[in-house]
């Protein structure tokens, strides 16, 4: 039988597998975020069938004693998705707490995981100590990677993309899936899927003081920074140390402008900046001045794509996605309720 054109196209993602991702809403994403995740998710969606969604409940387990911004947080991380060229028609995109089955999922998986598993993820002691001033010591934190195995297990993932940082969650929920399985089965056969990483190559980027680009450390170039603030921020960054006269060579392998121009400059751009660092023939607000070229280039058109989605759009388009979700999500948790036999599958 004839099939019509969009299925088709979306059978040949599902026959390629299918990839879940998830990002905090930390607020107006940076370039870091960029090219750290979400330049490789827009990616993705020509080869996969995409699920991507906002990790609200994520935020709560750092963020719970004022949780005043995340809904605000949540939109704005949705907008710069779309801006960046995530595509709703492609794409699931959804929020993490309107879909309810991540808990229950979360709270079935917390009866079957040995507490030493969890305190063994690296993240979790160093977060401990890097956001001491959060009392980190709670029941939710501890759990954070599980409820991470929940969202991955329950849409059945083939892939994960992700940064090394989290790399150990994903093993865990791997191990997770093979306790399950093991457990529980449906009709004799294995219920939920070991996913893969799928490691974002990620060049780590520097903000305008030269340490990496993060929204703590109030260094960022934001993907809505209009071109005149891209241009201050550039002028502000920090160079080569050893540049300290305009007469004095440099190195762009030392200097944090060099690793953006090394990220956003096309191949004759950086070697005018080898060449002319290296030699003191160019000044360093010349080189910041190419920096923030390539930068406006690369903005232009996200912005330009930003400008065209409302507020009320941008919801729309997430609820459309989180009923998507919500449907898919309980079609997993009908075989995991049955396969635990808390109800029979039909
Ligand atoms: N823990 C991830 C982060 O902090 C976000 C996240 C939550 C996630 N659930 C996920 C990523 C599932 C991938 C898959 O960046
Ligand atoms: Fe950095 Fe460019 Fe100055 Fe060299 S010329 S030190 S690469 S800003």
Redesign the pocket.
């Known amino acids: 039988m004839a099939q019509p054109e969009n299925e088709k196209t979306e059978n040949t993602a599902a026959a390629k597998g299918r990839v879940?991702?998830?990002?905090?809403p930390t607020g107006r994403l940076h370039l870091g975020n960029y090219v750290g995740a979400l330049q490789n998710w827009v990616g993705l969606q020509n080869q996969y069938e995409c699920f991507f969604?906002v990790?609200d409940w994520?935020a709560l387990t750092t963020d719970y004693a004022d949780p005043s911004a995340v809904k605000t947080n949540s939109i704005e991380v949705a907008t710069d998705w779309l801006a960046a060229g995530l595509d709703p028609e492609r794409s699931v995109l959804f929020v993490?707490s309107h879909v309810p089955q991540h808990a229950e999922l979360h709270l079935l998986f917390s009866m079957i995981t040995p507490l030493g598993w969890l305190e063994r993820v690296p993240s979790y002691k160093e977060q401990q100590v890097q956001l001491a001033e959060k009392s980190l010591g709670t029941y939710g934190f501890l759990g954070?990677p599980l409820?991470?195995a929940a969202?991955?297990l329950m849409y059945l993932a083939d892939f994960?993309?992700?940064?090394q940082?989290?790399v150990a969650?994903?093993e865990l929920t791997r191990e997770v899936a093979r306790r399950f399985n093991q457990f529980y089965k449906l009709d004799g056969r294995e219920v939920l899927p070991e996913p893969q990483v799928l490691l974002t190559p990620s060049p780590q980027l520097p903000g305008t003081d030269g340490r990496k680009m993060s929204k703590s450390y109030g260094n960022t170039i934001l993907l809505t920074d209009p071109e005149p603030e891209v241009r201050q921020k550039l002028k502000t960054m920090v160079t080569d140390p050893a540049r300290i006269r305009r007469t004095d060579p440099g190195d762009p392998d030392k200097c944090p402008v060099g690793d953006l121009h090394k990220v956003f400059s096309t191949p004759e751009t950086l070697a005018n900046v080898y060449e002319g660092c290296r030699t003191a023939g160019i000044g360093c607000i010349q080189c910041k001045g190419w920096a923030a070229d390539a930068l406006v280039q690369v903005l232009a058109p996200i912005q330009e794509r930003r400008s065209r989605f409302s507020d009320a759009q941008v919801k729309e388009i997430l609820e459309d996605g989180t009923n998507r979700a919500r449907t898919r999500a309980e079609q997993t948790m009908v075989e995991v309720r049955a396969a635990m036999h808390l109800t029979s599958k039909d």
């Open positions: 879940l991702s998830g990002m905090r969604f990790a994520h993490q954070y409820l991470q969202d991955i994960v993309p992700v940064g940082d989290q969650h994903v």
